[in-house]
């Protein structure tokens, strides 16, 4: 008896599927052997190929390609303060940046500073210090001065371009010798100088003292001195005389590395000086005023005798 036609391709695909379940087992495993041997690389390679092959319409498909675009790293301050002539990085870590080129800008004149690793601007105070293969793609500013101060552009030459914004604060340390100018002590007594430096982020590398003209760092006679920092933006140096005579007297001055020097004179009390000195200034005014009363004197006389 002859089988009819539609049941006999209905038996037929039947059986393809009982054998098809029954070697699926086979062939899950052979699919993991042979992605097994393909780098995550790759895998991302192909699904990226396959994405782009796709309707550039779909929610999908932009949903994929965002990630992957270049993006900044938020974590580099946005925010910077230096000193005068200490050198400053700006970084600015951008992720995923592909054949993308990453720019500086200065943003008070707009001139173009560096893109890549290339400077375009004739100062060599500025250039690029990205390592390569590194993400990082900071501007490096040697020597920076007030003018320098402002804000500064990193910009990656996506579509649209993406730009990250660094405020650049530049500040002058200063010296000052504290205590009254001049400063008055007496024989045998400690002279003790306290020099701050103010607004230095970076403490100075070195603190040269002077006793008048001789530098006194080095001299075992010439005192202590130290150099502590004293906050962020502050240091002390201080020079401290112990048993102090009219020899150590005159002019001292605090030369930071960072910042102009300073200068304070040092006198000393001589016993009953500063009553001589007053008493010679009262005996000086005495004099003055007797020498006024006497030309009064004069001028009146001589007044009376041509009226007569």
């Known amino acids: 008896m002859r089988v009819p036609r539609k049941l006999e391709l209905s038996l037929i695909c039947t059986r393809t599927l009982l054998i098809f379940f029954s070697l699926l087992p086979f062939l899950t495993t052979a699919q993991e052997e042979t992605f097994g041997n393909i780098s995550d690389d790759d895998m991302f390679q192909k699904a990226r190929t396959k994405r782009l092959a ?117 500040v002058v340390p200063k010296a000052e010798i504290l205590g009254p100018h001049p400063m008055y002590v007496k024989i045998g007594s400690s002279i003790n100088l306290t020099c701050v430096i103010s607004e230095s982020p970076e403490p100075p590398m070195f603190v040269f003292w002077y006793h008048n003209k001789r530098m006194v760092n080095y001299d075992k006679e010439g005192g202590e001195i130290s150099l502590q920092k004293a906050s962020d933006d502050s240091a002390i140096s201080t020079l401290y005389i112990k048993n102090a005579q009219p020899t150590d007297s005159g002019n001292y001055t605090c030369g930071p590395s960072n910042a102009e020097a300073t200068s304070i004179s040092v006198f000393f009390l001589h016993g009953e000086k500063p009553a001589a000195i007053q008493r010679d200034t009262s005996a000086s005014l005495s004099s003055s005023s007797s020498h006024h009363d006497r030309c009064v004197t004069f001028v009146a006389i001589v007044s009376w005798a041509l009226l007569r």
């Not at 965002?66 to 600015?92: M, R």
């Not at 601007?121 to 250039?127: G, Q, V």
């Open 54 to 170: 796709s309707s550039s319409h779909s929610t999908g498909y932009w949903s994929f390609v965002q990630p992957i675009s270049p993006f900044f790293d938020k974590s580099p301050p946005t925010n910077i303060t230096t000193q005068q002539g200490q050198t400053v990085y700006l970084n600015c870590v951008v992720n995923n940046l592909g054949d993308k080129t990453v720019s500086w800008i200065r943003r008070r004149d707009l001139h173009l500073l560096t893109v890549g690793t290339e400077t375009y601007i004739n100062e060599d105070r500025f250039s690029s210090a990205h390592i390569e293969g590194g993400q990082d793609w900071p501007l490096m500013i040697k020597y920076p001065q007030t003018t320098d101060a402002g804000i500064y552009e990193c910009q990656v030459s996506s579509d649209p371009k993406i730009t990250f914004l660094v405020q650049l604060n530049i």
